[in-house]
């Protein structure tokens, strides 16, 4: 029997994998991988560090198996170490010395103007203009509320998803949304939306 | 001109989780009625529009075909090479807990300023003929912010203060 959100298909595979098929944990990574990596990217916006969070995600999760309950999906317990190991990436490269937002790396194919029509030049550059305004205001906000943002804004999960995927209260994920669109707000600040 | 708006408490909250369609149908007629009157909220209401429909069309990255065809045996060289079960994240710095509730951190140290105050320089100011002190706990210092309140009292004929703090229940 399947856990209550879980499809068939993940959940034997689980099963499959704690008896120690790991040919089975191996389709379950290929059927997720897009996903994590993605998602590894859109929190840290650094192409190699998603490369790494989300390979180490997978194998954080094969290590944890036997700790799954199946409570959640499958998927949403791999995002939360997905994001706890973003969280944690960003904490470090702080300490270091900074982080950047780089807008301009991840997608292989350049920016999409997807804000206007095709035949919109004037559109595509500002499309292009606010995306840059937007991705130097990501970068400067905190871990923890970059993760909650990109959760909501990027993923679209409930406020509720996000509290049990970032292992916080409904409070607080509310409190880092609310500081994190607002910073982003002031981001725009000078933008022609303000000047008009 | 000021409009009356923009000195309600929680405006930037409330343009927000308009554009998000957050607001509750009660209050979505009352707003609308607010926009049309105020070209300064129309204008953060467009640029809260821009900036969702920014973030909800940022493009999904996918991992190229030498990188997926890779994925899996670099995950089994982790996991043979003995990865380590998932851990919640490390502890947030001190800056980035004050980003969570930059509030309450105002109104804590707030308060343990008025602390430390009423501790080192309350002894210094003595009584003189004739006072009277007073027959209950006084209150010092009271700090209200979104929705957490802190008050300060001090016991009756005493140095010893009492910090109470107040928290509303999260909805």
Known sequence: MGGPEEPEDDWNLVESAKRGDRNSFGTLVRRHQDRMFNLAYQITHNREDALDIAQEAFAKAFAS????????????????????????????????????????????????????????????L??????????????????AQ?????????????????????????GTVMSRLFYARRRLRRALAGHRVDLR | MTHWFHKMAGRTRRLANYTTGEMAETEQGRMRA????????????????????????????????GEAAAFWPSVEGRIQQGATPATPPTRPSLRERFWDHPRLSLVSAAAAIVLVLGLTLGPMV??????????????ISVEAGENTSVMLFQAPDSSLKVIWVFEAPSS
């Not at chain 2, 003929?129 to 006084?138: C, L, M, Q, R």
Request: hydrophobic fraction near 40%; aromatic fraction near 6%; charge should be neutral.
């Open chain 1, 146 to 170: 970059r993760a909650v943002l990109v959760l909501r804004e990027i993923e679209g999960m409930t406020y509720e998803e996000i509290a049990r995927t970032v292992g916080c209260t409904l």
């Open chain 1, 126 to 143: 500002e499309a292009k203009q606010v995306r840059a305004l937007l991705a130097r205001g990501i970068g400067e906000l905190p871990p």
């Open chain 2, 126 to 139: 003595g009584r003189g003929p004739g006072t009277h002190g007073s027959d209950g706990a006084e209150v």
């Open chain 1, 65 to 124: 198996l036997q700790h799954f309950k199946g409570e959640a999906s499958f998927a949403t317990w791999l995002h939360r170490i997905v994001v706890n190991l973003a969280i944690d990436c960003l904490r470090r490269k702080q300490r270091g010395g900074g982080t950047s937002y780089d807008d301009t790396r991840g997608d292989p194919e350049g920016q999409k103007a997807v804000l206007f029509a095709p035949d919109d030049p004037a559109g595509a």
């Open chain 2, 34 to 65: 607010l926009l049309a009157a105020c070209p300064a909220c129309r204008r953060e209401v467009e640029a809260y529009r821009l900036l969702f429909a920014t973030l909800q069309t940022s493009p999904r990255v996918t991992l190229t075909p």
